[in-house]
T-cell receptor, first 116, second 115 residues
């Protein structure tokens, strides 16, 4: 079945630095990638939607300059948390859409970001 | 806007028993998809079952089945013969038809399975 590889699984960074999270679709073309944030014991909150070759669409309240999303190819999308602060600590998950509209989308395994 | 409501923050079931998780949603669309996702402690999101709104027949996947009531906008998940490995967070989700439409998730139900 479809697989999305997300790296890193865990990252600790210092406040003020930037962190990049990658999501790769391994056996299909991900025309659309969704990026979510999940707080402990909470649901997934959609941050942005990215389509290959175009600018990402951000949800209301999400700072586009802080959370940079790049979707330069059909198999790779990245989320960069710029100038990270402790409040950016969270669990980030990507999800990819393939051509099959009936799919429930394929999720990456998530990245736990801790900013110290 | 579409909303998904899961009114049971936590549920518990004994091993081998049956449990039903509730989900209601609100939409003005006539055609859409509904999903149940499982998130175990590893936090990997796993698709459990999906239902297409235009199909009247309830979806079934082995021990998992749904009760889809379109008029009532209800989409419950029944887990039969519960196993310890079923313990997880379960999220109900909705999306419109069409490629790349976003998923809207409920708040989740934490399922405990006891011996």
């Amino acid at each position: 079945g479809a697989v999305v590889s997300q790296h890193p699984s865990r990252v600790i960074c210092k406040s003020g630095t930037s962190v990049k999270i990658e999501c790769r679709s391994l056996d299909f073309q991900a025309t659309t990638m969704f990026w979510y944030r999940q707080f402990p014991k909470k649901s997934l909150m959609l941050m942005a939607t990215s389509n290959e070759g175009s600018k990402a669409t951000y949800e209301q309240g999400v700072e586009k300059d802080k959370f940079l999303i790049n979707h330069a190819s059909l198999t790779l999308s990245t989320l960069t948390v710029t100038s990270a602060h402790p409040e950016d600590s969270s669990f980030y998950i990507c999800s990819a859409s393939s051509d099959r509209k009936e799919d429930g989308y394929t999720f990456g395994s998530g990245t736990r970001l801790t900013v110290v | 806007a579409q909303t998904v409501t899961q009114s049971q923050p936590e549920m518990s079931v004994q091993e081998a028993e049956t449990v039903t998780l509730s989900c209601t949603y609100d939409t003005s669309e006539s055609d859409y998809y509904l999903f149940w996702y499982k998130q175990p402690p590893s936090r990997q999101m796993i698709l459990v079952i999906r239902q297409e709104a235009y199909k009247q027949q309830n979806a079934t996947e082995n021990r998992f089945s749904v009760n889809f009531q379109k008029a009532a906008k209800s989409f419950s998940l029944k887990i039969s013969d519960s196993q310890l490995g079923d313990a997880a967070m379960y999220f109900c989700a909705y999306r419109k038809t069409g490629t790349a439409s976003k998923l809207t998730f409920g708040t989740g139900t934490r399922l405990q399975v006891t011996l």
